[in-house]
């Protein structure tokens, strides 16, 4: 899912948050979250980065900075003939062009030698260098999709930062988990349309503003935690019409889970038209506003936020 690589960035600090769990956090730890959130998306290798999405059909495409090419990379940062793409059977194969140069692991790949990319679902995906250009295959369902990440390119040029609430210490609050009697699978979809079935232990009863709330988190394996999808009253007014994102701890032996909606994130969607994010299930759809977090004011035609 769209949240793993948001993950990866921020396991830096997923210690720190971690252990103030139960505890007032310090200034630092925000602000070091915030530093990690600004590098996720406006590094070399941040969402602000991705320059091109292309769904694929079953048969072979061209591609390249060609304007005839059926994938059309960003022109003078890619060659015009980068090679060609074949889809079949739920498998991508690429043949690199004579003059194409492209690189995996920064070994160049011989013109003619035909080879199986892997897509970043179950991944790791195959990474090609083609110029400045990186790109690699997406699986979503038994879709497929080139996605495309320029590094000098106008999305991550013209990122200037994420906007957030000032701290609030009146949206830390302390939840009650209370488990299924197993735990569920529920579909969560993407903005494609694509669901997958994610694994929710039970739900997290709070109150927040002196209303009551409850919001139902998943699994998320890899960053060993919960992973809570919401929207919220303030969701199209001041933060993303999509809905934000937060990791909190797993309950303990005492069934207590402090939410701290200071840490409330934008999904990858609100920095790029790139992406494929999960949006919020029903059931963590909230009527209060929590104005903590991060915060959005539209894209401009660069797509920063």
Known sequence: MQRRAACIALAGIAWLLGACAHVQPPPDAWHAWRRHRAEDIGGPKGWASLAGLHWLQPGRHSIGADARSDIRLPAQAAPDAVGTL???AGRVAFEPGLKGGSRVGGHPIPAGAAMDLAPDNPGPA????????TWWILARGDRRAVRVRDPDGPGRRGFHGIRVF??????????????????????????????????????????VGGVAARLTPVEDREAKDWFINFRDGTSGRGTYPGGRFLHVPRAGADGRVILDFNFAYNPPCAFTPFATCPVPPRVNWLAVPLRAGERFDGHDPAGKP
Do not use: H, K, W
């Open 86 to 88: 074949t889809f079949a």
């Open 126 to 133: 195959t990474f090609v260098e083609s110029g400045r250009l």
């Open 166 to 207: 000032p701290y609030d210490p009146a949206l830390r609050v302390e939840a009650r988990f209370v488990p299924f009697p197993s735990p569920e699978t529920i579909p969560i979809q993407d903005v494609t349309g694509n669901i997958a079935m994610e694994t929710a232990p039970g739900v997290l009863v709070f109150e």
